[in-house]
């Protein structure tokens, strides 16, 4: 019964295995390996039961059938990840042997791979470890050491021998940002960490290499190479590292400056390995391997007929788009194509006349089957939806054909000779129907898109038609068969370059102009769906009598706005930046920034992973930025955070002369400033005017800002230490709700007559999991616990937000998105 309902509506079960493993997605913890398996055992012996009921249970007992599949095979394939490391060993000198599994990254100061662990011992004995750690070996520009120099290269193969220390793997958790724990989940990596080489600890040795990764030798053999050519003939670096991303995945070699031009011009699917270039190139080898079968002589004339030309051409240009997405590291975008295309492939190789819908959802499922985090992505609903569009939106050849009407052929017509200027004016048509048919197309996916980008990233381009149109057979038809035809020819490596150039130069003058892309406020996902459903009914073909509606449904998704505190009150959200400090204070119609977060490398910093994409999701428009003090967990992200945030002011108590001031004339913070916002008081505490110059410690001119609204008081300490506390309480600090735990918890503050004196209902410490320092220090903690507040932190609460109306809540990010790939620390 099951199987040929499944047959006679498979649109219908493949939507329920998606709803399935959607379902299961949500997740907060996984159950028992048993569950899952007794729930396939269940779902197979439904349609059993269901032998005597009517046809539509019948129905609804199949779909349930097919989605309890789904849910319960998900649950298994999750449990086969489940790799955790024991907190015994976190933080502890571990000596292990392991082979680098995959092309190392290049940083300015050392490696990050991934690294397969074949033995691990503590002191000599023998522990359990994760079998795949992600690990980063750093030279002397990191350590303090000085007499460390930058690591020698690694090579995918390699067997090592290191000293390392690990964690478990922990990430920032913030409103709709980045998910760093479910990318480490999906490559399979449980544990990160660092490779150790102190005085105390053994050099690390390097044992051979062991074969047993060649594809990804050979992909670091070639960036290597093309890097090295390319900077030999004086190409520019921005190039190199793009060509370096088409060939071999590399996106790390694209800086970061870069990516923003291309989000600007919305053509970032274009510079890395992704489904345009994975699936053009299977299109391409498939047209030329059937013109070559079907001309060739060397079969006979039963060859063709034996193995259609068609069906010769598919199969060989699958091969070759799998070739490809596995030689450039088989990333998770590369796999979906190769999956998609492998199922279209099948389907039309069948005898059967498939409907687009079917073939559309079948792909979707084959991949969701092999990778069910892959609906948590942008680029799973990006690629998708806009293939569903473009096939939705077709004509099916079936449809035109019985639409037109039957034609009698005309000999006479067929036998006269045409003139060359009819010959000219055909294939002129024939070509600009071509280019008209390329822009409906992109104008068809900017328009479809465009709910899913604001859900997603929070703007769109209003560039990135044109800047499509150029780019996308510029890259694909140009640059990356050329970039290809480097691993045998050399020399092509530069004349992919050459052609790059002038590409990359136009498309950093399209992101100058000043609506380049517009930024907006993300939508809730409700919205965004009503959104997606005007879009694609604007993009359809049909009458404008109702594909208008889709405008209605469109705003929605582009007028929306956070709310925001009502005047009088104010919320705080403490944004999970590590060891660092970052507050977004918010009233009914200003924001300020508190501090700017650390600096993670020379690289990345908390401005560029956290605060800009928390500011644009919400479209906040920061009046101020306050510095506290110049240490650079506080100020780390700060010039990320002006560039992209010009019209607000900085308040620091930074030195005349530091290069943030350079950039940008500030405010002094001195005790005293107040200013008020929406009915909410602002007012700047510490330091007094005379400290500065004279305070030997950075944390002693740490700006203390008290914000006091119609329901609550919160105070922002700084890095202060015990003897700004007395200043404090000389001056007589008042009581509070909300407390920022002053240096993060170290035992040189928080002062038991501090804690005394504010009386504060929350207490909030924002310190990185396992830091160096160990913040927040155990006695400290005790403290707050005896003072009688509630005790938040970073690491169990992720980014924290609380409002001055309701002093006694905080609403933990991280328990609030919970799922079962997130780490749980301890106590």
Same mark, same amino acid.
């Given at each position: 019964?099951?199987?040929?309902?499944?047959?006679?509506?498979?649109?219908?079960?493949?939507?329920?295995?998606?709803?399935?493993?959607?379902?299961?997605?949500?997740?907060?913890?996984?159950?028992?390996?048993?569950?899952?398996?007794?729930?396939?055992?269940?779902?197979?012996?439904?349609?059993?039961?269901?032998?005597?009921?009517?046809?539509?249970?019948?129905?609804?007992?199949?779909?349930?059938?097919?989605?309890?599949?789904?849910?319960?095979?998900?649950?298994?394939?999750?449990?086969?990840?489940?790799?955790?490391?024991?907190?015994?060993?976190?933080?502890?000198?571990?000596?292990?042997?392991?082979?680098?599994?995959?092309?190392?990254?290049?940083?300015?100061?050392?490696?990050?791979?991934?690294?397969?662990?074949?033995?691990?011992?503590?002191?000599?004995?023998?522990?359990?470890?994760?079998?795949?750690?992600?690990?980063?070996?750093?030279?002397?520009?990191?350590?303090?050491?000085?007499?460390?120099?930058?690591?020698?290269?690694?090579?995918?193969?390699?067997?090592?021998?290191?000293?390392?220390?690990?964690?478990?793997?922990?990430?920032?958790?913030?409103?709709?940002?980045?998910?760093? %724990?479910?990318?480490?989940?999906?490559?399979?990596?449980?544990?990160?960490?660092?490779?150790?080489?102190?005085?105390?600890?053994?050099?690390?040795?390097?044992?051979?290499?062991?074969?047993?990764?060649?594809?990804?030798?050979?992909?670091?053999?070639?960036?290597?190479?093309?890097?090295?050519?390319?900077?030999?003939?004086?190409?520019?670096?921005?190039?190199?590292?793009?060509?370096?991303?088409?060939?071999?995945?590399?996106?790390?070699?694209?800086?970061?400056?870069?990516?923003?031009?291309?989000?600007?011009?919305?053509?970032?699917?274009?510079?890395?390995?992704?489904?345009?270039?994975?699936?053009?190139?299977?299109?391409?080898?498939?047209?030329?391997?059937?013109?070559?079968?079907?001309?060739?002589?060397?079969?006979?004339?039963?060859?063709?007929?034996?193995?259609?030309?068609?069906?010769?051409?598919?199969?060989?240009?699958?091969?070759?788009?799998?070739?490809?997405?596995?030689?450039?590291?088989?990333?998770?975008?590369?796999?979906?194509?190769?999956?998609?295309?492998?199922?279209?492939?099948?389907?039309?190789?069948?005898?059967?006349?498939?409907?687009?819908?079917?073939?559309?959802?079948?792909?979707?499922?084959?991949?969701?089957?092999?990778?069910?985090?892959?609906?948590?992505?942008?680029?799973?609903?990006?690629?998708?939806?806009?293939?569903?569009?473009?096939?939705?939106?077709?004509?099916?050849?079936?449809?035109?054909?019985?639409?037109?009407?039957?034609?009698?052929?005309?000999?006479?017509? %067929?036998?006269?000779?045409?003139?060359?200027?009819?010959?000219?004016?055909?294939?002129?048509?024939?070509?600009?129907?071509?280019?008209?048919?390329?822009?409906?197309?992109?104008?068809?996916?900017?328009?479809?898109?465009?709910?899913?980008?604001?859900?997603?990233?929070?703007?769109?381009?209003?560039?990135?038609?044109?800047?499509?149109?150029?780019?996308?057979?510029?890259?694909?038809?140009?640059?990356?068969?050329?970039?290809?035809?480097?691993?045998?020819?050399?020399?092509?490596?530069?004349?992919?370059?050459?052609?790059?150039?002038?590409?990359?130069?136009?498309?950093?003058?399209?992101?100058?102009?000043?609506?380049?892309?517009?930024?907006?406020?993300?939508?809730?996902?409700?919205?965004?769906?009503?959104?997606?459903?005007?879009?694609?009914?604007?993009?359809?073909?049909?009458?404008?009598?109702?594909?208008?509606?889709?405008?209605?449904?469109?705003?929605?998704?582009?007028?929306?706005?956070?709310?925001?505190?009502?005047?009088?009150?104010?919320?705080?959200?403490?944004?999970?930046?590590?060891?660092?400090?970052?507050?977004?204070?918010?009233?009914?119609?200003?924001?300020?920034?508190?501090?700017?977060?650390?600096?993670?490398?020379?690289?990345?910093?908390?401005?560029?992973?956290?605060?800009?994409?928390?500011?644009?999701?919400?479209?906040?428009?920061?009046?101020?930025?306050?510095?506290?003090?110049?240490?650079?967990?506080?100020?780390?992200?700060?010039?990320?955070?002006?560039?992209?945030?010009?019209?607000?002011?900085?308040?620091?108590?930074?030195?005349?002369?530091?290069?943030?001031?350079?950039?940008?004339?500030?405010?002094?913070?001195?005790?005293?400033?107040?200013?008020?916002?929406?009915?909410?008081?602002?007012?700047?505490?510490?330091?007094?005017?005379?400290?500065?110059?004279?305070?030997?410690?950075?944390?002693?001119?740490?700006?203390?800002?008290?914000?006091?609204?119609?329901?609550?008081?919160?105070?922002?300490?700084?890095?202060?230490?015990?003897?700004? %506390?007395?200043?404090?309480?000389?001056?007589?600090?008042?009581?509070?709700?909300?407390?920022?735990?002053?240096?993060?918890?170290?035992?040189?503050?928080?002062?038991? %007559?501090?804690?005394?004196?504010?009386?504060?209902?929350?207490?909030?410490?924002?310190?990185?999991?396992?830091?160096?320092?160990?913040?927040?220090?155990?006695?400290?903690?005790?403290?707050?616990?005896?003072?009688?507040?509630?005790?938040?932190?970073?690491?169990?609460?992720?980014?924290?937000?609380?409002?001055?109306?309701?002093?006694?809540?905080?609403?933990?990010?991280?328990?609030?998105?919970?799922?079962?790939?997130?780490?749980?620390?301890?106590?």
């Amino acid at each position: 019964m099951a199987s040929a309902w499944l047959v006679r509506h498979l649109s219908g079960a493949l939507l329920a295995w998606l709803a399935g493993a959607a379902l299961q997605l949500q997740q907060p913890a996984l159950w028992p390996a048993g569950v899952y398996a007794a729930l396939v055992a269940a779902a197979l012996l439904l349609p059993l039961g269901l032998r005597c009921w009517s046809p539509g249970v019948q129905r609804i007992g199949a779909l349930l059938m097919v989605l309890t599949l789904a849910f319960a095979w998900c649950g298994l394939l999750a449990w086969t990840r489940m790799h955790t490391l024991s907190p015994a060993l976190e933080g502890r000198d571990l000596d292990v042997v392991g082979v680098v599994e995959a092309m190392p990254q290049r940083q300015d100061v050392g490696w990050r791979f991934r690294l397969r662990i074949e033995q691990a011992a503590l002191q000599g004995q023998a522990v359990q470890v994760p079998s795949q750690v992600y690990l980063g070996w750093y030279g002397a520009s990191s350590r303090d050491d000085p007499q460390l120099s930058v690591p020698e290269p690694v090579q995918a193969g390699e067997r090592w021998r290191l000293r390392v220390r690990l964690k478990a793997a922990h990430g920032h958790i913030n409103p709709r940002g980045f998910d760093y %724990e479910l990318w480490l989940w999906e490559q399979g990596i449980c544990a990160t960490g660092y490779v150790r080489q102190g005085r105390g600890d053994p050099a690390p040795q390097r044992l051979g290499q062991s074969w047993r990764h060649p594809l990804e030798w050979a992909r670091q053999q070639v960036r290597d190479r093309m890097l090295a050519r390319l900077a030999s003939s004086g190409t520019e670096s921005t190039v190199a590292g793009i060509l370096a991303a088409l060939v071999t995945g590399d996106q790390a070699a694209i800086e970061r400056s870069e990516w923003d031009i291309f989000r600007a011009t919305g053509v970032t699917h274009l510079m890395s390995i992704s489904g345009v270039h994975v699936t053009l190139l299977g299109w391409l080898v498939a047209l030329a391997v059937t013109a070559l079968w079907r001309r060739s002589a060397l079969w006979g004339s039963s060859g063709p007929l034996h193995r259609p030309a068609p069906t010769v051409g598919a199969v060989t240009g699958w091969g070759v788009a799998a070739a490809y997405a596995l030689f450039s590291g088989w990333g998770v975008p590369a796999q979906r194509t190769v999956w998609m295309l492998a199922v279209v492939t099948v389907l039309r190789l069948s005898a059967r006349d498939w409907h687009w819908r079917q073939v559309w959802l079948l792909a979707a499922v084959v991949v969701v089957a092999f990778d069910p985090w892959a609906l948590l992505q942008p680029g799973f609903w990006l690629s998708f939806v806009a293939v569903g569009v473009l096939l939705a939106s077709g004509q099916p050849q079936s449809e035109s054909q019985a639409e037109a009407p039957p034609s009698v052929p005309d000999t006479q017509a %067929e036998n006269t000779p045409r003139a060359p200027s009819s010959l000219w004016r055909g294939r002129m048509t024939r070509v600009w129907r071509r280019v008209w048919g390329l822009w409906r197309e992109q104008a068809l996916i900017t328009l479809a898109l465009l709910p899913l980008s604001l859900l997603f990233f929070g703007q769109f381009s209003l560039v990135g038609l044109l800047a499509n149109l150029v780019a996308i057979p510029w890259v694909t038809l140009l640059v990356t068969p050329l970039a290809l035809l480097g691993m045998l020819l050399p020399w092509s490596w530069d004349l992919a370059g050459a052609l790059l150039q002038p590409l990359v130069w136009w498309l950093g003058q399209l992101a100058t102009w000043r609506w380049a892309s517009v930024s907006l406020a993300m939508p809730p996902w409700p919205l965004a769906v009503v959104g997606l459903a005007g879009a694609v009914a604007l993009s359809l073909r049909g009458p404008w009598s109702w594909r208008v509606w889709g405008v209605p449904m469109l705003l929605p998704a582009m007028l929306w706005q956070p709310p925001r505190p009502a005047p009088g009150t104010f919320d705080l959200l403490a944004a999970d930046v590590g060891q660092g400090t970052a507050v977004l204070v918010r009233t009914a119609s200003h924001s300020l920034l508190y501090d700017a977060g650390p600096r993670y490398s020379p690289e990345s910093d908390a401005g560029h992973r956290v605060l800009v994409p928390l500011l644009a999701q919400a479209s906040e428009q920061l009046d101020v930025l306050m510095l506290s003090h110049r240490d650079a967990d506080h100020t780390g992200g700060a010039k990320t955070v002006l560039a992209m945030q010009k019209q607000a002011v900085l308040w620091s108590s930074l030195e005349p002369g530091h290069p943030l001031l350079s950039e940008q004339a500030g405010q002094r913070c001195e005790a005293g400033q107040q200013w008020i916002w929406d009915g909410v008081h602002f007012e700047i505490v510490h330091p007094l005017a005379q400290d500065h110059g004279q305070a030997r410690k950075t944390n002693a001119l740490s700006c203390v800002l008290l914000i006091r609204g119609a329901q609550g008081k919160a105070l922002l300490t700084g890095d202060i230490e015990a003897q700004q %506390e007395r200043d404090l309480l000389q001056r007589g600090v008042p009581a509070v709700d909300f407390v920022l735990v002053p240096h993060h918890g170290s035992k040189t503050s928080s002062t038991p %007559e501090f804690l005394q004196a504010l009386q504060a209902r929350i207490a909030l410490a924002q310190a990185g999991y396992r830091n160096r320092f160990g913040h927040p220090a155990p006695p400290v903690l005790e403290r707050y616990l005896e003072a009688g507040m509630a005790w938040k932190d970073s690491v169990h609460c992720g980014a924290a937000l609380w409002r001055s109306d309701a002093p006694d809540d905080v609403r933990c990010e991280r328990l609030a998105q919970q799922r079962y790939w997130h780490h749980t620390p301890q106590p």
